[in-house]
């Protein structure tokens, strides 16, 4: 969940610390907002005037500036260790009812179309400009330019302050940013609820302050999980989450949550996308091809500033990490896959040209307007649209007797469906063996347990006579019916290597009342052949010759995403008598060709 990035908060060795106290004064100063709200702000500026004016470099973040006080220094400054050892004027900020803040949090603030030049509404991007603002009058031997990043929430603060930007915010570089939190990031996956990352997550960020605060002390519970799996099948419905041995009403971000079930006003105000139009700053998006929680905010945020912001300058960048994967300084391997290089080194690269690009007028070669890490053959691709306009999109159809063939290779089959029977009192596990967490290796995790299981379906290829380059968005387009009126749809795309390992390489979730509209949600009819049509995340990957293609397809990954009680239902309001056990048929009849869509570029 979004806490995985205070990992890359903490303080670095000794020496990196010894540098950025050796090279840079701190100052710690309230920036005052329109509304008369204070802000936290630590500032780092060069000692050696050498070189300035400086640029600023800002970071705005719920997760604490720390350390406090001006002899406190932080174990490194920037994105990367080299920007870290440029000359910017460095900035953290504690937003708005965050640590050492004034005013109150709001989750993913919403943006104000309506503010007007003098009034005292506020949101993320009117505090980033009063900030800018400030720093511009305030700080000497500036040169007038800002640029922002930020991994994960703090990501979204530099996407939210993207509309109607400040002058001077010349670059800004969101960074797995949390985006639209219904769709497709932390909190939800079209509509389907990831609980397992949520429970965790809001424990400890949702803990109430009596005002501004260094440190928030304890969690809002205490809950020793060794075992995920059977902790969370036997606390039972969402609405016992709410009991007293753990949130108790207290938790005002879980209590929205689970208020609002479906995409309504709450999650259509906290998605920042609608408000990417115009925007004047460059911006570099970066994205990791393995993060659990915010990929669909990475590909989805440059996605919508290229479609309602054309003659912007947006970059894309995506790459074979975790969650800010990109921020630690070796990254070789993930898994059981090894990359045979350092990818961190040229992202870093790359990073450090945006900057010092917009922000330096240095003289460094243009970005392209995608460089995507290509796994499978482990090598960065450049291409001038994303996903790349060559790709042509192959659709493989799910078979009778576990078979995937392409599109024209096969008759379709005689045979109409599959069939399997979901049980919420035995769920099928997102991963293999014992987890107390969420296991971040989940995401190209083996999946021969799961095809174990008679409640998932595997469809295979043939092997693969030469390698097959997929590059770009995939589609799910299938057909299904089931004995209840509510269902999840599991679909999984999977590298199945010459050893039998079933290396997964794209999956996700879709919650079946949703089909039609995700704020009208309608139930399935008992028995009644179904429709059901969702992209996934996009990826970049060569299936390599010898390898085969599968497809996995199931009703429930827990508790990675809650249990869908397969009636319909409220399901936070729902009780132990609504979860019932569901036949699901999956179809591949002549009328029925359940399929799914593979963008080739071979």
């Known amino acids: 969940m979004r806490y995985l990035i205070l990992l890359l908060l903490l303080p670095l060795s000794g020496s990196a610390q010894n ?21 936290f702000t630590s500032i780092y500026i060069p000692k050696d005037d050498r070189g300035g004016p400086f640029p600023f470099l800002m970071e705005r973040t719920p997760y604490s500036v720390g350390p406090y006080g001006d002899s406190a220094y932080r174990g490194g400054l920037g994105p990367n260790a080299a920007l870290s050892r440029e000359p910017f004027i460095f900035v953290y900020q504690d937003v708005r009812g965050r640590y050492m803040s004034e005013g109150n949090f709001e989750e993913m603030t919403p943006h104000k179309e309506s503010k007007k030049a003098g009034d005292k509404q506020t949101d993320e991007s009117s505090d980033t400009w009063d900030t800018v603002d400030w720093l511009l009058k305030n700080i000497r031997n500036n040169n007038g330019r800002v640029g922002m990043w930020g991994i994960s929430y703090p990501g979204f603060y530099a996407s939210a302050a993207l509309p109607d930007a400040h002058p001077a915010i010349k670059a800004v ?29 809001d424990n400890f960020f949702d803990v109430k302050r ?5 440190d928030y002390g304890s969690n809002i519970f205490r809950a020793d999980i060794s075992d995920a799996y059977e902790f969370f099948l036997h606390l039972g419905p969402l609405k016992n989450t709410n009991k007293p041995a753990y949130f108790n009403h207290q938790g ?16 259509r105000a906290r998605n920042i996308r609608t408000h990417l139009k115009n925007i004047r700053p460059a911006v570099l998006v970066v994205g990791g091809w393995f993060d659990a929680e915010d990929m669909f905010g990475a590909l989805r945020t440059y996605e919508a500033i290229e479609r309602q912001s054309p003659q912007n300058s947006n970059y894309i960048v995506m790459g074979p990490w975790t969650h800010g994967g990109w921020a630690g300084g070796v990254w070789d391997r993930y898994g059981i896959l090894e990359f045979g290089q350092n990818v961190n080194e040229y992202y870093h690269q790359l990073e450090t040209a945006f900057f010092n690009h917009y922000l330096k007028d240095s003289v460094s070669p243009a970005l392209a307007e995608a460089t995507v890490f290509e796994t499978g053959v482990n090598q960065w691709k450049h291409y001038d649209t994303w996903p790349p306009k060559q790709a042509r999109p192959m659709k493989f159809h799910l078979r009778a007797e576990g078979k995937l063939s392409p599109e024209g290779k096969a008759a379709p089959d005689a045979a109409a469906y599959d069939e399997y029977v979901s049980d ?22 083996d999946q021969r347990f799961a095809a174990q299981r008679p409640d998932v379906l595997t469809y295979s290829s043939d092997t693969l006579p030469h390698d097959l380059n997929v590059t770009g968005r995939l589609k799910a387009d299938i057909f299904l019916s089931s004995t209840g009126t509510d269902a999840d749809l599991v679909v999984k795309v999977i590298d199945v290597l010459p050893d039998g390992y079933q290396r997964l390489v794209r ?32 990826i970049a990957h060569t299936f390599r010759q010898g390898h085969r293609l599968m497809v996995q397809i199931q009703s429930s990954w827990f508790p990675l995403v809650d249990m869908n009680p397969q009636t319909f239902v409220n399901i936070p309001t729902c009780g132990p008598g609504d979860f019932r056990k569901a036949t699901i048929r999956v179809y591949h009849d002549p009328a029925h060709l359940s399929h799914v869509v593979l963008p080739t570029l071979n």
């Open 507 to 538: 999956g996700d979730v879709f919650r079946c009342k949703f089909r039609n509209s995700f704020e009208q949600p309608e139930p399935l009819t008992p028995g009644k052949v179904t429709e059901v049509v969702f992209d996934l995340n996009e």
């Open 19 to 39: 540098y950025v106290k050796d090279n840079y004064t701190k100052r710690e100063v309230y920036i005052p907002m329109r509304d008369g709200t204070r802000l």
């Open 210 to 214: 009596p005002g501004p605060v260094k």
């Open 252 to 267: 005002k971000i879980w209590n929205e949550y689970l208020l609002h079930s479906t995409y309504d006003d709450y999650w």
């Open 173 to 201: 570089s969101p960074q797995a940013p949390v985006t639209d939190e219904f769709i497709g990031d932390d909190a939800n996956h079209n509509g389907a609820f990831f609980l397992l990352d949520n429970f965790d997550f």
């Open 424 to 445: 919420p009192s035995h769920p099928v596990p997102y991963v293999e063996g014992v987890r107390g967490g969420r296991d971040n290796l989940y995401i190209v995790a």
